[in-house]
């Protein structure tokens, strides 16, 4: 199928994408790499008047240290991340989940800012964003904004983000030296999209967790910090906690029904990752041999 | 090889010096399709041409009350929009049924739907407008007033008198069916020590061409004659049908079929929206080009295997097989496919289950039923993955419930290599089949028994691998026994002409087509070895009806076996006038002269005597310097078609060895296995290759592919993200080897080998996960194998 027809506008700067998202509203749409964009348009699922594209923008290209947090900006691609020895310093968890991006030719267009706005519940990047703590920075016709990942994701599709507002980057604490990640997601074939995900970042003391944080994507209409991970918080995790952990986690979860899984199968999946997540992160293969799952 | 032969006249043709046969050339197109250079439809543009776009129909059953065409029509760029009444007055409609097939029957297709539409994705108006995007511009402004009516969707109720009837003048949804009994098959389950039934399920699945199917028609009223550029396997069967229906004589119809991007069996039926381009074509006196897009790929192209069978085998505590039962049912969608019908599927079903075996009782019924779903038709290996799941799935039903191994049951089983000629109890005729060569030798292939250590040792660990075996027959090189039977004017013969051009080289015609197996290859390979030529000498022209001899073109893994047989014919003759007249010039006998490397030669000692560089300059420029009475005849035409066996079979065994995490429920395709044997092996690397891709569809079916409806007949997956392909991450290693059993039905040997891997690769991982499965007891005879399945199958959800 072909697009319907549209007008198309290259921003020269961030300014002018702002006003000529502030001229048409809700019939502009902001193109960035184009691999959701674009073929919902040829698919005429969208049918926007105008597109801005900003993929001239250097300003809201690239990754720097600014003290202790990482700003990564909106278009930098999935490839950048990938390749970033800062990512694999600072946020080593990105550079494991975004290697599970589609394939390379995707990743290589693929922008985070556009991954964010898109907001597709089995998106990696999301859940990394709320597992990581990060604040989205958004700039609009008030000015500039910061919101907290976890306000961010209002459900399918959907965000925080005004038709006038440009996503231009996030921030993300710097990692501990300390703390270890975990991802893994299931997905029928190298490069789908997940049926269910987790990206966890830990702090260790000791054989406990300090701090636990555990992101589960395509569990729902919008990514998940589970709040089951404050029971294995600060204490030994033992088979039978981690079972109680993994009964929380199937209660607070609320997972949809598509053609790859029905919501059981996703708890279910759900709780596996959790329990490898835990054997992993933990060191502890006993925890996951007969696991609870 | 488990076969030499005898023949020294054969000999002579296959192994001559430098000859090519059985080695691995690079193919001669290669060049052409990487760089770009290669000719598809999709990319063809003529002057004046018009771009065509369907609008299809929402519903899976519906009464069209109103058609507004008028805003569309208005609408800039467009040239015509077009319903199917008014397209009914250029083509006539079409009724999908052959005469072999006892009872079947269909109802009249139309082009484009007139009144009611009976699948989701029938056409209901065609939008030809001057570009693709303004005719879906204009598409969005046609307005169809629908009444629904209720679906039949489920092909086990299709035939409860609660369902609506899809067609009220053929009286019910029975299609077709076939009852089958052979031996005392009664009697051979009572004095079984065991009977085992299994519930085998298979998804609906579709081809995926790279290249969606693409037309090109355009009519020159100057001439009363209509060009079809298509990519189709059948150029001849095209232009028969666009002639008969549009009211011409088939010389009035040219179809021209250059490259192809993929087929798969997509490709050798006609479909509505293609008849349709052709009659839009002749209507408005221009070019009409009509390319799938992919979605209406997904809702239109043909869908295959959506089989249910029950399956019974009775088994005796030896090992010996009794008896085979089943009992299949198909849904093909509110039509029967023309011309080659949708009967054909579940008939080779009924044919090949319990094919590779020697017992002798067998008892089938295959039901074919209307649906309001896409329509079902023949694509990669017909039928045969059915009745190789089912059958393969029972003997492992049958081992394990008397505690034999798998391998050990197959060779008790299978017909003994020299048992040949043979007849199964479906009659099938078997000309010579290597099924304990092909078993001994994919057992060391994988080393079975290291395997099966390994399995053992890693089940201790919680690691549930397993191991599938499957050996298979394969219908391959079809007579007229196929189609042409039944009524079908699809040719079952094919021809090649070859001729000397004035500096020696050679070009040849075939009626075989290419869509990526080879075709062009093997037939150069030929005519370079047999004439004495070297290949980059031999250029070969298919697809065009106006000069290629006339045939059946590629399918039913024909090619090599027909055209190739054809071709090594036809340029023996050539050969053999080629020698006359160099006999003539040099004052020799013919039989003192060879060619090699494009001379002739003295055959005792390969003496250079004449390049046919020069010979052909003497026949075409000097032909005054020739003895009188001489006139050379520099091309020859051979046509082919096997006559004594209505097909070669070939056989095989495929062998998986799978991982399945039982937490999750993925399977992980750790390594495949083929063994065939498809005679006479042209180009290896070509076979092998088409083995490997045959399995890789295989395995699509096995894991991955299934056309989604919903209840109301709505195709819910027809996209690539949703409709899951096989793709390279998932593929396991495949090892490919051969036993080589040529067919004497020509010189060449040839059978086919396009197939074999489609046919038992599902076959083989089914049996893979039920063995790596076996400790948690329970057996899953469904596929696609998804995780969804697994789970459900071991509980955990
Ligand atoms: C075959 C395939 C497989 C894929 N698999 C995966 C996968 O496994 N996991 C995954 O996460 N993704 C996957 N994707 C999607 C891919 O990661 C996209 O890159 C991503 O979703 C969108 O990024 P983009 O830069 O291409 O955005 P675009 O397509 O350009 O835009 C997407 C949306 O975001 C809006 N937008 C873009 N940038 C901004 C901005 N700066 N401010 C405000 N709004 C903006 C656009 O208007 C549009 O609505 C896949 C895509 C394809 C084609």
């Known amino acids: 199928m072909k697009a319907s027809a549209f007008a198309y506008a290259r921003a020269t700067s961030v300014a002018n994408a702002l006003e000529l998202l502030a001229v048409h509203g809700e019939k502009a749409r902001v193109l960035s790499g184009g691999q959701s964009l674009i073929p919902a348009m040829n698919l005429r699922l969208v049918a926007p008047e105008v597109i801005v594209d900003i993929g001239g923008l250097a300003e809201l290209r690239g990754i720097v240290i600014e003290g202790e947090t990482l700003v990564i900006g909106a278009l930098t691609r999935h490839a950048d991340l990938l390749k970033s020895s800062d990512i694999v310093k600072c946020a080593p ?8 991006i589609a394939h390379p030719a995707i990743r290589n267009r693929g922008t985070i800012g556009g991954s964010l706005a898109q907001a597709d519940p089995a998106s990696e990047l999301p859940a990394c964003m709320l597992t990581l703590g990060a604040s989205i920075v958004v700039r609009g016709p008030g000015g500039e904004r910061r919101i907290a990942a976890e306000e961010f994701f ?16 996030v921030e993300l604490p710097v990692a501990d030296s300390g703390s270890a990640h975990f991802f893994q997601e299931f997905a029928r074939r190298h490069g789908d999209y997940a049926i269910t995900g987790l990206a966890a970042q830990a702090v260790l003391e000791g054989d406990r967790f300090a701090a636990l944080r555990l992101g589960y994507f395509a569990v729902g209409d919008r990514p998940v910090l589970a709040e089951a991970a404050g029971k294995l918080t600060g204490v030994t995790v033992t088979p039978a906690l981690l079972a109680e952990a993994s009964d929380a986690l199937s209660d607070e979860l609320d997972p949809h029904e598509d053609q790859q899984a029905t919501p059981a199968m996703r708890r279910h999946l759900a709780r596996i990752l959790l329990t490898r ?16 799952a | 090889m488990s076969s030499i032969r005898t023949n020294p006249e054969r000999l002579s043709v296959l192994d001559r010096p430098n000859s090519y046969i059985g080695k691995t050339v690079p193919r001669p197109n290669l060049d052409r399709l990487l760089q770009g250079r290669g000719s598809y439809v999709s990319d063809l543009e003529l002057p004046r041409m018009a771009h065509v776009v369907f609008l299809r129909s929402p519903h899976a059953h519906a009464k069209i009350v109103n058609i507004d ?18 397209l009914a007055a250029v083509i006539t409609p079409w009724v999908g049924v052959l005469s072999h097939l006892k009872g079947l029957k269909s109802a009249p297709q139309s082009a484009i739907a007139v009144g009611r539409v009976c699948w989701q994705g029938e056409a209901v108006a065609a939008i030809v407008a001057t570009s693709r995007a303004a005719a879906e511009d204009a598409a969005e402004h046609v307005a169809v007033q629908y009444e629904e009516l209720e679906a039949a969707t489920d092909m086990r109720t299709a035939l409860d008198p609660a369902t609506p009837i899809i067609h009220a003048s053929l009286g019910d949804n029975l299609a077709f069916e076939r009852i089958h009994e052979a031996g005392a098959v009664d009697q051979a389950f009572a004095e079984s020590d065991a009977v085992v039934e299994a519930d085998f399920v298979f998804g609906r699945h579709t081809g995926v061409t790279l290249e969606p199917r693409s ?11 209509l060009t079809i550029h298509q990519g189709t396997q059948a150029p001849h069967m095209v232009q028969n049908i666009a002639a008969l229906h549009l009211g011409l004589r088939d010389s009035q119809v040219r179809v021209v079929c250059k490259d192809v991007g993929g087929s798969f069996g997509i490709k050798v039926h006609i479909y509505a929206d293609e008849m349709a381009t052709y009659a839009l074509a002749k209507m408005l006196r221009r070019p009409v080009k009509f390319v799938a897009d992919r979605v209406e790929s997904f809702n239109t192209d043909i869908h295959a295997r959506d089989h249910r069978c029950k399956g019974k085998i009775g088994i005796k505590r030896d090992g010996t097989i009794t008896a085979f039962e089943i009992d299949d049912l198909t849904g093909i969608g509110p039509y029967s496919m023309y011309p080659r019908t949708s009967a054909i599927e579940a008939n080779q079903v009924v044919n090949l289950v319990g094919g590779p075996y020697s017992n002798k009782n067998y008892r089938a019924r295959a039901r074919v039923v209307f649906q309001n779903k896409n329509v079902m038709c023949q694509y990669r290996a017909v039928g045969h993955p059915i009745a190789c799941s089912v059958t393969e799935g029972l003997v492992d039903l049958a081992a394990l419930e008397i505690g034999m191994d798998p391998v050990e049951i197959r060779r008790r089983n299978l017909i003994a290599d020299d048992a040949y000629p043979c007849t199964s109890p479906s009659g099938l005729r078997f000309e010579q089949l290597s099924h304990h060569a092909s078993l001994t030798k994919i057992v060391e292939m994988m080393d079975y028994q290291a395997l099966r250590s390994e399995q053992a040792r890693l089940r201790k660990d919680g690691i549930f691998r397993g191991i599938g075996i499957a050996s298979f027959i394969e219908v391959t090189n079809p007579s007229a026994a196929f189609y042409g ?25 075939t009626s075989i087509t290419e869509q990526g197996q080879g075709s062009e290859s093997l037939t150069a390979q030929i005519v370079g070895s047999v004439l004495g030529v070297s290949m980059d000498r031999v250029r070969v022209v298919l697809g065009d009806t106006d000069m290629t001899p006339y045939g059946g073109g590629t399918w039913a893994s024909r090619g090599a076996g027909i055209g190739g047989e054809a071709a090594l014919q036809a340029t023996k003759v050539l050969r053999q006038n080629i020698l006359d007249v160099a006999a003539a010039i040099l004052q020799a006998s013919p039989a003192e002269l060879d060619i090699v490397n494009n001379v002739v030669v003295s055959a005792s000692d390969g003496t250079p005597r004449i390049d046919l560089n020069e010979l052909a300059r003497i026949v075409y420029f000097r032909p005054d310097t020739l ?24 056989n095989g065994v495929q062998a998986a060895w799978v991982e399945v995490d039982t937490d999750t429920g993925f399977v992980k395709l750790l390594r495949h296995w083929v063994v065939e044997d498809c005679g006479t092996i042209i180009n290896p690397q070509l076979v092998d290759e088409q083995i490997r891709g045959g399995v890789v569809q295989g395995l699509g079916a096995a894991l991955f592919e299934k056309c989604i409806y919903d209840d109301r007949g709505q195709l819910t997956n027809a996209n690539m993200a949703d409709y899951l392909v096989p793709m390279s991450g998932e593929m396991p290693d495949i090892d490919v080897g051969h036993v080589v059993s040529p067919t004497r039905e020509s010189e060449l040997g040839a059978k086919g080998a396009g197939e074999a891997g489609t046919a038992g690769a599902a076959a083989a991982v089914t049996n893979a996960v039920n063995d790596a499965l076996t400790p948690f007891e329970t057996i899953i005879t469904e596929i696609p194998l998804t995780p969804q399945v697994i789970l459900t199958a071991l509980k955990k959800i």
């Open chain 1, 93 to 100: 968890l990105l550079a494991a989940a975004v290697a599970h």
């Open chain 1, 154 to 169: 209002r459900g399918i599709y959907e965000t925080q983000l005004a038709p006038q507002d440009l996503l231009v980057a």
């Open chain 1, 277 to 292: 997540c835990m054997a992993s992160l933990l060191k502890r293969p006993d925890l996951q041999i007969g696991g609870v």
């Open chain 2, 69 to 86: 065409v008028a805003p569309a029509k208005q609408m800039s760029g467009v040239i015509a929009v077009v319903t199917g009444e008014e």
């Open chain 2, 215 to 225: 037309v090109v028609a355009s009519w020159n009223a100057a001439e009363a004659r």
């Open chain 2, 485 to 509: 039977v039944g009524g079908a004017r699809i040719s079952s013969q094919d021809g090649v002409a070859v001729r000397l051009d004035a500096q020696g080289s050679v070009i040849c015609l």
């Open chain 2, 627 to 650: 003895p009188p009475g001489i006139q050379p005849e520099l091309m020859a035409t051979r046509h082919f078609v096997p006559r004594e066996y209505p097909f070669a079979f070939t």
